[in-house]
């Protein structure tokens, strides 16, 4: 060890590329205190474990405004190299797969303490101290998110300017080595006392290079008036929820959906998968036949698109609100062949 010692650290940096985060993280970073030193001060520019968050908030507002009661987040490490595809990227994308390093879960409390538990390799949990706890995060580099939130207070002025997903990102960047999130699911689990995020949540969200963005149980949620592009959307409703809502008397809720939207889905580089509640009948999307031929004049304009587009969304837009508009927007021969 003394002779490998001798290695410029540009060297060791270079060796160090190559090997797994895990294996870094575990076994070359204690091996020798040398080593230690060195890993320690170039760690920001080291591989990373790759983790996946999901974050448990159980909010109930009350007389002191307080956002939550406390945060649970659930941290487990995917590993890329491993032979596992996740397809569903609302539920499997957050399990990890690296089976040495199991869960790590952080309880944040409403006063700021932290206290952290460790999964061992046997399943069974220990509490481990916050010095190591700080150490494994500074490890980490969040890759998915999944927040659900629990809201048990109908307090309506704190839920307008509810900054819970924009505090969760700054915690994130704050203890975690590095924020690429690619994946993020929202959830509301109360269907009489609707979470929702405020603006700076949604422009966070709008801002993120996201592959894919799934929003459960938030119909009232304002994320279509603006242009999007993200590859994979769902908007749904769970099957708990959806019942609650239709034996409700007014049971019909609207979303916007601005043209500026549909026209940015055009434009994108890459293929195009957005649900916009397809089979919740009492989910339908605000937007006019006027703005629907404006966005057919758009896409006609524009050069054939370089990849496919998915896109599927209730409304209540009929074919003679179509006959009304299309022949002022020169479109009348569309619908020459609909009888």
């Not at 150490?135 to 207070?153: K, T």
């Not at 034996?247 to 580089?269: C, E, G, H, K, W």
Request: glycine share 2%.
């Amino acid at each position: 060890m003394d002779s490998l010692c001798q290695l410029p650290p540009e060297m060791w940096l270079k060796i160090f590329s190559h090997i797994p985060s895990f294996d870094l993280f575990s076994s070359v970073s204690h091996s020798s205190p040398y080593l230690h030193r060195l890993v320690s001060f170039h760690r920001s520019s080291l591989p990373c474990l790759r983790v996946n968050i999901r974050v448990w908030s159980e909010s109930n507002g009350g007389m002191d405004k307080c956002r939550f009661s406390s945060l649970t987040f659930v941290i487990s490490v995917h590993d890329n190299d491993m032979d596992i595809a996740f397809k569903d990227y609302s539920k499997g994308i957050y399990r990890g797969n690296e089976r040495r390093l199991k869960v790590l879960y952080v309880i944040y409390s409403k006063g700021g303490q932290m206290m952290a538990e460790l999964e061992n390799r046997e399943g069974s949990i220990e509490k481990i101290d916050n010095s190591l706890m700080m150490d494994l995060l500074s490890w980490m580099e969040v890759s998915s998110l999944r927040l659900e939130v629990n809201n048990e207070n109908d307090d309506s002025l704190w839920r307008r300017d509810d900054d819970l997903l924009f505090n969760i990102f700054q915690w994130m960047n704050d203890h975690c080595q590095r924020v690429s999130l690619r994946h993020v699911t929202l959830t509301s689990h109360n269907s009489s006392f609707e979470w929702k995020p405020n603006v700076n949540s949604i422009q966070l969200l709008r801002s993120l290079p996201l592959l894919s963005l799934t929003i459960e149980n938030m119909p009232s949620l304002d994320i279509l008036s603006a242009p999007i592009q993200i590859p994979s959307l769902f908007l749904r409703v769970s099957h708990t929820q959806r019942r609650q809502r239709e034996r409700q008397l007014n049971r019909i809720i609207f979303y916007d959906m601005d043209v500026s939207y549909l026209a940015s889905l055009l434009t994108s580089p890459f293929p195009i998968h957005h649900e916009l509640y397809p089979q919740i009948p009492f989910s339908l999307s605000s937007i006019t036949a006027n703005s629907l031929a404006d966005f057919i004049l758009i896409w006609r304009s524009l050069p054939p698109p370089k990849s496919k587009t998915f896109l599927c969304f209730n409304s209540i837009v009929s074919l003679s609100d179509f006959r009304s508009v299309f022949p002022s927007k020169g479109l009348h021969h569309i619908l020459e062949e609909v009888p």
